[in-house]
């Protein structure tokens, strides 16, 4: 497993915007889809957003619009999440070689950071 590395939740008000990020330690030479799941209190894990190694992007639709998934290099991922709603608030999870469907896998989780939307 790779170890991830994240960062950047926290409280916001609806309507604001916070930036998540996640780094790997993992080869500068492999370019794994990377991306973020997250987890409600009382739901299951779903899948948020990802970028492949050529930089396509992909979005759940109750995020698409309002988000921007992006890599800085092979290992650092960034997730821009605007007009945050109280339905965001969850445990956002970092995955490193992601794959969503038909369910969640990836050869590496982070360990979770907190988002929570007051309303």
């Known amino acids: 497993q790779v170890p991830l590395v994240e960062s950047g939740g926290g409280l916001v008000q609806a309507g604001g915007s916070l930036r998540l990020s996640c780094t790997a330690s993992g080869s500068p030479f492999f370019r794994p889809i990377m991306g973020w799941a997250r987890q409600a209190p009382g739901g299951e894990r779903e899948f948020v957003a990802a970028?492949?190694?050529?930089?396509?992007t992909f979005y759940a639709d109750s995020v698409k619009g309002r988000s921007t998934i992006s890599r800085d290099n092979a290992n650092t991922v960034d997730l821009q999440m605007n007009s945050l709603k109280a339905e965001d608030t969850a445990v956002y999870y970092c995955?490193?070689?992601?794959?969503?469907?038909?369910?969640?896998?990836?050869?590496?989780w982070g360990q979770g950071i907190q988002v929570t939307v007051s309303s």
């Open positions: 995955a490193y070689n992601f794959f969503w469907s038909p369910g969640l896998m990836a050869d590496s």
């Open positions: 970028i492949s190694g050529s930089d396509d």
